[in-house]
């Protein structure tokens, strides 16, 4: 359900002592909805979640999902960064900043900072222009080049996060999809907004990875 839209889904929530999804519960017992293999181990199934590409495939997936959205952002027009996404009270300022919060986030748990929460709720200044938006990101693809780059990359390495240890191989992987499905986004946004764009992402960018069905919540 969307706890947004749904204030007995949120009480339901509140009574779990959360504030954020996606969360999958049965009675008092929940896990945070981030892990394939988790919830497919919380639901009794007999599946293998894990990832499906190596970290190498991932990392060249991430660098392009980040490459793109460098491309796209410029095509916004500046008086739309104010306007919020379908479904959701982000702004569209707002996902191109988070987008690449994301894969600092991961960057940072590989370096020894554990991945909170609190991250993914964090915001650009309010007055973020475009430059600024693709400026942040060059940034990061940097910082995730450089991190790529040292060789720590060991896929077994256990990484903190707010939902438990993660592998960095799993930590990766849902990293490279997150971000891929806000870049996804951005190039509906556009769309919506009378942009033309070249459509640098199609249905094979996305392949093997557990990306969710549908572009917008709903």
Not at 61 to 79: Q, S, T
Not at 111 to 128: K, S, V, Y
């Amino acid at each position: 359900m969307n706890v947004l839209e749904d204030p007995a889904g949120f009480a339901d929530l509140q009574k779990l002592g959360l504030r954020t999804v996606p969360v999958l519960a049965r009675g008092d017992k929940f896990i945070f909805g981030q892990n394939t293999q988790q919830i497919i181990d919380f639901l009794g199934l007999n599946e293998d979640g894990g990832p499906q590409l190596s970290v190498q495939e991932l990392h060249d997936r991430l660098d392009k999902y980040m490459g793109v959205a460098l491309e796209l952002i410029p095509l916004m027009p500046a008086d739309r960064l104010t306007k919020h996404v379908p479904g959701r009270p982000r702004s569209y300022r707002a996902l191109a900043f988070h987008l690449f919060r994301v894969v600092d986030a991961f960057v940072g748990a590989n370096r020894g900072t554990p991945l909170l929460q609190a991250m993914f709720r964090e915001e650009p200044a309010p007055d973020a222009s475009t430059a600024d938006l693709v400026a942040y990101g060059t940034g990061i693809r940097q910082r995730f080049r450089d991190w790529w780059k040292a060789g720590d990359t060991a896929p077994s390495k256990s990484l903190s996060t707010y939902y438990g240890p993660q592998s960095l191989h799993e930590l990766m992987e849902r990293t490279t999809w997150h971000c891929g499905q806000h870049v996804r986004q951005y190039m509906m946004l556009l769309e919506i907004e009378g942009q033309t764009h070249r459509r640098p992402l199609v249905d094979a960018d996305f392949a093997k990875l557990p990306m969710p069905q549908n572009v917008w919540d709903g």
